[in-house]
């Protein structure tokens, strides 16, 4: 069959089927194998978008459960931190105690040492307390209540620099002293038209109120008591001459002295080493120029006062008499004694009289008198 369509010409040849598959069972076989393959095409697809699905759904689950994971990671690890700060806190807070408890026992330590020391030196006062100098005492019968008993005595020596034209007058009576200071002004008379205006002043005097003393061990010195009865000089060389030997425990010796009031004498030594040896033996034999002679050597407290605390006082007796004029009379100071001795002028019995004149320094000395004795 020809066609005029175009220029060009072709043919339409069939060629005979070479196969069963080309044949329309073979069309329809393959028709039914490609819609089974198809078939399970669309199964293994639904299969797919269900595993798909389920993968999804799997996964939204897995990210769900990070999600829970993590927040409970996170809430984990910020509970986790509290306690970390919690613990560090606390740790701190134990150090601080720490802290504060070694204190304490530093503290504690400290004090412990304070208090074996001062029961060391307690100790060693309570040692030289019943090492001391024996003295023999006798009970003259005399007894008092404890509450009136003084726990600290000394002598008092005050020196008091007077004023120029000034004098100064005891009475033995406080009473002629009193009505002497309240009458205040009197005019001494030196002459037959000359006279005098002196005022009679208090002498206050400071005294000592309370006085503490601290007392501890020299380790110099040492005190030597139960000595012979000899010459002064003789005894102090002895003594001086046999503890300076170091066979007998002694040293170099820088300085000997006598103390009168107690019967003793006190060696001090340059070095430090030596006294408190000699303390330890207490008895010594030393070679006098007679005989042997034992002496007792103890140790010798030095004292310091820590607390001091003064007191006004006014002399019961003792007036002051001030505004003597410079004249020229050279028996001024006594005519104003016998001025106060008489009666007729207020005075009394006088004890002692001292004058200070214009352009002189004049000092007096006041000392504490002893209690007069009661008569029996």
């Known amino acids: 069959m020809d066609f005029n369509a175009s220029d060009e010409d072709f043919s339409l040849v069939m060629e005979p089927l070479k196969s069963s598959e080309e ?34 759904k799997m996964t939204k689950d897995c990210k769900k459960r990070s999600m829970k994971l993590a927040k409970s990671v996170q809430e984990e690890k910020q509970s986790h931190q509290e306690q970390m700060d919690s613990e560090l806190e606390s740790l701190a807070m134990m150090g601080q105690e720490e802290f504060k ?22 100790k060693q006062q309570t040692d030289v307390f019943s090492s001391v100098p024996e003295k023999n005492v006798v009970f003259k ?17 005050i020196v008091y620099p007077m004023v120029e034209g ?9 009473e002629v002293a009193k009505r002497i200071l309240s009458m205040k002004k009197h005019q001494v008379k030196l002459g037959e038209e000359c006279r005098i205006t002196v005022e009679a002043q208090p002498v206050q005097l400071i005294l000592p ?10 380790p110099q010195r040492i005190l030597i008591s ?22 007998h425990g002694g040293g170099d010796v820088e300085h000997c002295e006598f103390l009168p009031d107690s019967g003793t004498v006190v060696l001090t030594f340059l070095k430090d080493n030596i006294a408190k040896g000699l303390t330890e033996k207490e008895f010594h034999d030393v070679k006098f120029p007679k005989k042997m002679h034992t002496v007792r050597v103890t ?32 028996n001024l100071p ?37 209690p007069k004795k009661e008569q029996q």
């Open 23 to 56: 044949t329309l069972e073979g069309i329809q076989n393959l028709i039914s194998k490609y819609k089974i393959t198809c078939d399970n095409l669309l199964h293994e697809q639904e299969d797919l978008a269900n595993t798909i699905k389920d993968s999804k």
């Open 101 to 122: 408890l070694m204190k304490e026992i530093q503290d504690v330590q400290a004090a412990l040492r304070e208090e074996e020391a001062s029961f060391e030196q307690l």
């Open 141 to 157: 019968g005399k007894t008092s209540e404890a509450s009136n008993l003084q726990m600290f005595d000394m002598t008092s020596r």
């Open 166 to 174: 000034t004098a100064l007058i005891t009475f033995e009576e406080e």
């Open 209 to 218: 109120k309370l006085v503490e003393i601290h007392s501890e061990v020299c």
């Open 226 to 247: 139960n000595l012979p009865e000899m010459d002064m000089e003789t005894l102090l060389d002895r003594l001086q001459l046999h503890f300076f030997h170091s066979k």
């Open 299 to 330: 140790p010798f407290l030095n004292g310091n006062i820590v607390n001091l605390k003064n007191k006004m006082v006014a002399c019961p007796r003792t007036v002051l008499l001030t505004g003597i004029p410079q004249v020229g009379n050279d």
């Open 334 to 370: 006594d005519h104003v004694e016998i001025h106060f001795q008489r009666s007729s002028n207020g005075g009394g019995e006088l004890e002692a009289f001292l004058y200070s004149p214009p352009g002189q320094q004049t000092t007096a000395l006041f000392e504490s008198m002893p």
